[in-house]
């Protein structure tokens, strides 16, 4: 069986974000970039799924500007066997990601899709489900656990109220959640191997997908700074102060 | 680390530790002599120019040596310097000192640029790359690798160990990296070079490095006050006369302010906080005037090697060769280490490269022929006797000797001046020196340090054993409490120690993570009892392109 995981090039999760002076975004120029840590998930599930057996190939997929080949990279020192460049400069939304997403998904004819649940950036937490829906695929999302077997994966999610168990046909797309496992370190003679690993580029424009944004960007802003907060002497002060200055009660 | 791990090996011509200028200028300039050659560079940082951190106006000669092409190249020295000037600070007032360059031109910095450090550490890093250089960075040289007398290698950090010292479930074990030659390029008190120069004792007969900590705040300031190019310099107000020290305030890029101070770490009050200094001196009219309506975006600190020609190491040892401020190659009167760092690197590549292509490469001895032969060691011998000089007789009489010593003998001064002790030997207990009362941040010039090393990006794996190890901690109690009342608590620019009080006892507790690889504590430990080993690879600042 072959694997696709998708993987997405993200502001390092330990940078923190700043908001570009006119407001349209936040500042992605000169800041560290990374993979996605819940697409480092999917590449370590992936490779322990071919290390159990149960997959033959791993490729990894990324959409986006020439600077995240690094990504790819790292995702083939951590054992993915090649990797897919779809490159375009283009700010993408999830729906677009997810119909490139399908010509590779098409093309690769993978029995899984295993990526992250949502990408630390925007946090949209839905490509993966848009990419279920267009394959028309079933979907495991949140895993906390996955198993294959004879054709089937069963995959533990981490749902709002606890624990939930689906058990799917293959091919399916699952999404991963942060206690499936703990991504291995790339090594450096695998850093080195991965150096000589195919990567493949392919222009997004020529896959015939309407790339347009659907969405507006009107503004930008920093959190307000929470002001510190103050001892008060008593209740009456207390309601008083809700009532007067807050104007909450 | 224990031996008994079974380590994989990786072999290569020359090994490189530490991305810096020096490293990179090495790495570059070797593969221009030697076109076949396997070379490698480890960096610690997460990537090349994560733990860079420098003022900094810059000196093209050596870039320009090394890579004449650099302008075709876009090398990121967008900014000429334009507009200069250098204050002594009273408390309310700042007196500007006339015609400087005609007086002291070895300082003046027209033809000079102002850069961020780590940008063109990454653009160096890219060149080297594209030349066919291996350079993996978050990998940490842990320790020297020495065999039969000969330094022939490092041993990398281990991964995914706990807290407690056991292999976690990622576990992989750091790996020997062998080389032919070995050229150290860790930047100030590099840790491997610590150990490298202590074991083939490189440094007897030579003066005690004397080092700066530098604390720099990056800003964006409204595009009316900028003024790129323009740099200023201030020495006096708020240290006291027997401190070295003063800040710099450089305008580049768009609308950046490069803002800094450094304070010479042979001070002696144990109750100086050097972030504190380096947050008073923003309210000073001088400075305010420069930043106020600006927002700051980065903050780190990093050690510089002060000690210049007199506190120079031997070189060259069997296996391996000493770079940049890690030999301490910085030319203090001029507060520049990048072009003298690259230089030295420079050297040290053509060295090694002859050592290599001759029989039984044991040392590149030919490094300090060259050095000597070159515009570096002239430089730094018209410098040398400036620092010592401040150490001797204080900063107003220091800045005259200096101002007699560039004039009068333009740097050619029959004597030479020694620095006489090391930085923790200055250090004097707590109950001869007077608590230092600083001002409240106010958050919008100033700051505490909590906000600020948030803005430095540094990050540990949490689940790793303590980088900063008390090498006998029952002194910490007797000593660094006893006696300075903790000083570290207050010379840490990251507060990564804290005094605290448990069970009617004062204990140190050590927040690790917050650490930003500056090394002062390192360096300024009263008894050396702190000793700073490199954390897992990957770990510490992340500062980003404008640092
Ligand atoms: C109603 C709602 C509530 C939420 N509440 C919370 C909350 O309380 N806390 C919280 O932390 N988050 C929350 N989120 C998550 C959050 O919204 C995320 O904002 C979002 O997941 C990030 O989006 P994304 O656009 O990058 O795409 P996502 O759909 O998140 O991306 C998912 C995956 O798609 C793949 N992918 C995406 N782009 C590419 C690409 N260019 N190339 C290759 N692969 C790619 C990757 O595998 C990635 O991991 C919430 C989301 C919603 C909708
Ligand atoms: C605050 C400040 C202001 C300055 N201002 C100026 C200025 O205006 N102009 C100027 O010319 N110079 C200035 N300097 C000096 C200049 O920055 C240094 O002299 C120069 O950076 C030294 O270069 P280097 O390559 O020797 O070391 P560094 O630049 O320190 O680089 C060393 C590299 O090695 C890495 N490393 C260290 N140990 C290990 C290890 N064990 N394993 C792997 N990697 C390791 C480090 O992470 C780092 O990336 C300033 C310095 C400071 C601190
Ligand atoms: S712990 Fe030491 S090296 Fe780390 S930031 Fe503090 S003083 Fe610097």
């Known amino acids: 069986m072959k694997i696709v995981v998708p993987v997405k090039r993200v502001v390092d999760y330990n940078v923190k974000p700043r908001v570009k002076a006119d407001n349209s975004g936040v500042e992605t120029q000169g800041v560290k970039m990374s993979m996605n840590p819940f697409d480092e998930i999917a590449v370590e599930e992936a490779v322990r799924l071919r290390e159990k057996g149960a997959a033959s190939e791993i490729v990894v997929v990324t959409i986006g500007v020439a600077e995240a080949q690094p990504v790819l990279r790292t995702a083939m020192a951590m054992g993915a066997d090649r990797a897919i460049l779809v490159q375009t400069e283009a700010a993408l939304e999830?729906?677009?990601?997810?119909?490139?997403?399908?010509?590779?998904?098409?093309?690769?004819?993978?029995?899984?899709?295993?990526?992250?649940?949502?990408?630390?950036?925007?946090?949209?937490?839905?490509?993966?489900?848009?990419?279920?829906?267009?394959?028309?695929?079933?979907?495991?999302?949140?895993?906390?656990?996955?198993?294959?077997?004879?054709?089937?994966?069963?995959?533990?999610?981490?749902?709002?109220g606890g624990l939930e168990t689906v058990d799917l046909a293959?091919?399916?797309?699952?999404?991963?959640?942060?206690?499936?496992?703990?991504?291995?370190?790339?090594?450096?003679?695998?850093?080195?191997?991965?150096?000589?690993?195919?990567?493949?580029?392919?222009?997004?424009?020529?896959?015939?997908?309407?790339?347009?944004?659907?969405?507006?960007?009107?503004?930008?802003?920093?959190?307000?700074?929470?002001?510190?907060?103050?001892?008060?002497?008593?209740?009456?002060?207390?309601?008083?102060?809700?009532?007067?200055?807050?104007?909450?009660? | 680390m224990s031996t008994?791990?079974?380590?994989?090996?990786?072999?290569?011509?020359?090994?490189?530790?530490?991305?810096?200028?020096?490293?990179?200028?090495?790495?570059?300039?070797?593969?221009?002599?030697?076109?076949?050659?396997?070379?490698?560079?480890?960096?610690?940082?997460?990537?090349?120019?994560?733990?860079?951190?420098?003022?900094?106006?810059?000196?093209?000669?050596?870039?320009?040596?090394?890579?004449?092409?650099?302008?075709?190249?876009?090398?990121?020295?967008?900014?000429?310097?334009?507009?200069?000037?250098?204050?002594?600070?009273t408390g309310k007032r700042g007196f500007s000192i006339p015609f400087i360059d005609r007086l002291m031109p070895a300082m003046a910095n027209h033809g000079n640029y102002v850069v961020s450090l780590g940008a063109l550490c990454r653009w160096l890093g890219a060149q080297a790359e594209e030349m066919g250089i291996e350079i993996y960075p978050g990998f940490a040289a842990a320790e020297p690798f020495i065999e039969n007398g000969r330094l022939c290698g490092v041993i990398t950090g281990d991964m995914g160990v706990t807290r407690t010292g056991e292999h976690g479930p990622n576990f992989a074990p750091g790996m020997i990296l062998r080389a032919r030659q070995t050229i150290l390029s860790e930047g100030a008190r590099g840790s491997v070079s610590q150990r490298v120069m202590k074991h083939f004792d490189l440094r007897q007969g030579v003066d005690p490095q004397t080092y700066g900590l530098g604390i720099k705040e990056v800003w964006e300031i409204p595009a009316e006050n900028h003024r790129p190019g323009f740099v200023q310099h201030s020495f006096g107000w708020p240290l006291d006369n027997g401190t070295y020290g003063g800040a710099w305030l450089y305008h580049f890029g768009e609308n950046l302010v490069s803002y800094g101070f450094v304070t010479g770490l042979d001070y002696d009050n144990s109750w100086l906080s050097p972030f504190q200094e380096m947050q008073r001196v923003k309210t000073h009219p001088e400075f305010a005037k420069h930043l106020e309506g600006g927002r700051r975006l980065i903050y780190g600190a990093r050690a510089l090697s002060e000690g210049g020609l007199q506190s120079l190491p031997r070189l060259s040892f069997p296996g391996g060769v000493l770079a940049g401020d890690s030999a301490g190659f910085l030319n203090m009167p001029k507060i520049k280490g990048t072009h003298t760092a690259m230089k030295s690197g420079m050297l040290a590549a053509e060295a090694v490269a002859e050592a290599l292509g001759s029989e039984g490469p044991d040392k590149a001895t030919s490094y300090t022929r060259r050095f000597k032969g070159s515009w570096l060691f002239r430089e730094l011998f018209?410098?040398?006797?400036?620092?010592?000089?401040?150490?001797?007789?204080?900063?107003?009489?220091?800045?005259?000797?200096?101002?007699?010593?560039?004039?009068?003998?333009?740097?050619?001064?029959?004597?030479?001046?020694?620095?006489?002790?090391?930085?923790?030997?200055?250090?004097?207990?707590?109950?001869?020196?007077k608590p230092i009362a600083y001002p409240k941040p106010d958050g919008k010039l100033t700051f505490d340090l909590n906000s600020s090393v948030f803005l430095s990006a540094t990050n540990h794996e949490e689940d790793q054993p303590v980088h900063l190890k008390l090498r006998d901690p029952s002194l910490w109690n007797a000593v660094n409490w006893g006696l300075y009342r903790s000083p570290e608590s207050r010379y840490c620019p990251a507060g990564v120690y804290e005094a605290v009080e448990a069970d009617k006892e004062m204990h140190l507790r050590i927040n690790a993570q917050n650490c930003v690889h500056c090394k002062t504590c390192d360096i300024k430990d009263p008894t050396q009892n702190i000793e700073w080993c490199v954390p897992e690879g990957g770990g510490g600042p992340n500062y980003p392109v404008g640092m």
């Open chain 1, 170 to 249: 293959l091919p399916a797309v699952v999404t991963t959640d942060l206690r499936l496992n703990e991504p291995r370190y790339a090594t450096m003679p695998n850093i080195m191997k991965a150096k000589k690993k195919p990567l493949e580029t392919i222009a997004a424009d020529t896959l015939g997908v309407d790339l347009a944004p659907r969405l507006e960007t009107v503004t930008v802003i920093e959190p307000p700074v929470r002001k510190a907060g103050i001892k008060v002497a008593s209740a009456a002060e207390l309601v008083g102060k809700l009532r007067d200055e807050a104007k909450v009660i």
């Open chain 2, 4 to 89: 008994e791990i079974e380590r994989e090996e990786m072999e290569f011509d020359v090994l490189i530790v530490g991305g810096g200028p020096a490293g990179l200028s090495a790495a570059i300039r070797l593969r221009q002599l030697l076109p076949d050659a396997t070379i490698c560079l480890v960096e610690k940082g997460s990537e090349i120019g994560a733990h860079i951190v420098s003022g900094a106006v810059i000196e093209p000669r050596a870039l320009a040596e090394l890579l004449p092409d650099w302008r075709e190249r876009n090398a990121p020295l967008n900014t000429p310097v334009t507009g200069e000037k250098i204050l002594f600070l």
């Open chain 2, 382 to 433: 018209e410098a040398r006797n400036i620092r010592p000089a401040f150490a001797r007789w204080g900063t107003r009489l220091g800045a005259l000797y200096a101002g007699i010593d560039s004039v009068i003998f333009r740097g050619r001064a029959p004597w030479t001046l020694h620095m006489r002790h090391t930085d923790h030997d200055a250090l004097k207990p707590a109950n001869e020196t």
């Open chain 1, 94 to 160: 999830p729906l677009a990601v997810a119909k490139l997403l399908k010509t590779i998904v098409d093309r690769e004819n993978p029995g899984l899709v295993i990526m992250g649940k949502q990408a630390i950036d925007d946090d949209m937490n839905a490509t993966g489900q848009i990419l279920a829906a267009r394959l028309d695929w079933p979907q495991g999302t949140f895993a906390s656990a996955v198993s294959v077997e004879n054709g089937r994966i069963t995959v533990t999610r981490e749902a709002d």
